[in-house]
Each structure stands twice: as C-alpha cells, then as structure tokens.
C-alpha cells in the first residue's frame, strides 16, 4: 500500500518536515515497508495469548519517593526572564493550526 505523494505532504505538514521531491521517494517507500510490516503483525494468530503489560514476569524494585533535592524555584525564579505564580514563563513555540 504505498502511500500517495499527497498523503506523504499532508503527513510531512503535519511533523512539520521540509519535504522535497528526492526524499519523498524514499520516504514513500520507507513508509510503505513500514506498512507491509505492520499488515504481517496483524497477521500472526495471536488467540489464546494473553497480553503482556512487560515480556518479563519480575517485580520491580522501587525506590521510596522522598524528595532528595533541596526546593530551589526561589533561587531559579531570580535569574528566569518571566516567573509568575511559581510558573516560568516561555515564549510560544507551536503555533495552532500548522
């Protein structure tokens, strides 16, 4: 199922890539690969198993959850350009609607 060139812009719009007409072959038939791979999972006869949350049955040791640093959004908040109600203010990085 290889993937139309207009699929491939709308998808590199959307990760908001510089897609040029070289790499867009390429990247259709990586695309595609990727497709036809993911059609032999669906594939596999999964029934009778049941799902795993982690291929390994161990329990894991976890640390007790204790802070372990000194409280230091003061000092921080000195040196930070915009600090608001305990907030760091950043500029806007995402613009809606690209």
């Known amino acids: 199922m290889m993937p139309s060139s207009q699929d491939l812009k709308k998808i590199a719009a959307l990760a908001c890539i510089d897609?040029?007409?070289?790499s867009a072959a390429s990247l259709a038939k990586d695309v595609d690969a990727i497709l036809k791979f993911?059609?032999?999972?669906?594939?596999?006869?999964?029934e009778g198993i049941s799902p795993l949350f982690h291929p390994l049955?161990?329990?894991?040791?976890?640390?007790?959850?204790?802070?372990?640093?000194?409280?230091?959004?003061?000092?921080?908040?000195?040196?930070?350009?915009?600090?608001?109600?305990?907030l760091y203010l950043v500029p806007k990085v995402i613009e809606p609607g690209k």
């Open 19 to 22: 897609l040029n007409t070289a």
């Open 38 to 46: 993911v059609e032999q999972l669906h594939q596999v006869n999964t």
């Open 57 to 86: 049955n161990l329990k894991q040791r976890l640390r007790l959850d204790e802070v372990n640093e000194p409280d230091r959004s003061q000092e921080l908040a000195k040196i930070a350009p915009l600090f608001t109600d305990n």
